[in-house]
Nanobody, 125 residues
Framework: EVQLQASGGGLVAAGGSLRLSCAAS????????ICWFRQAPGKEREGLACIAGGMGATYYADDTGRFAISSDHAKNTVFLQTSSLKPEDTAVYYC???????????????????WGQGTQVTVSS
């Protein structure tokens, strides 16, 4: 069973960047699909991007050109690089995992089994 811890959020000015981290323990990141989601107050949770497998296959939802997902297997960590941040990007950002052995394909629409606590990103204007 994998445990996830999201970190790296904070307060940034519009136009800035943040690198969010999702550190896994108890299991290897390479054995899971790991996805980033976000949820702003009063808004529906939104899937952003996923990465999976030893080959680092990635999936991006529509309109996510300012985000890049990557992994460092040595650190057992998945990252989300954000850029050109806007006030509307303000949200709690979550990472979630699903065992690759239970998946036929990778996207954000599946039900992910393991969730981190989330990290707050606030973008000021």
């Amino acid at each position: 069973e994998v445990q996830l811890q999201a970190s790296g959020g904070g307060l940034v000015a519009a136009g800035g960047s943040l690198r969010l981290s999702c550190a896994a323990s108890g299991a290897r990141v390479r054995d899971y699909a790991i996805c980033w989601f976000r949820q702003a107050p009063g808004k529906e949770r939104e899937g952003l991007a996923c990465i999976a497998g030893g080959m680092g296959a990635t999936y991006y939802a529509d309109d996510t050109g300012r985000f890049a997902i990557s992994s460092d297997h040595a650190k057992n960590t998945v990252f989300l690089q954000t850029s050109s941040l806007k006030p509307e990007d303000t949200a709690v950002y979550y990472c979630a995992a699903k065992d690759l052995d239970l998946m036929d394909h990778i996207d954000v629409s599946q039900e992910y089994d393991y969730w981190g606590q989330g990290t707050q990103v606030t973008v000021s204007s």
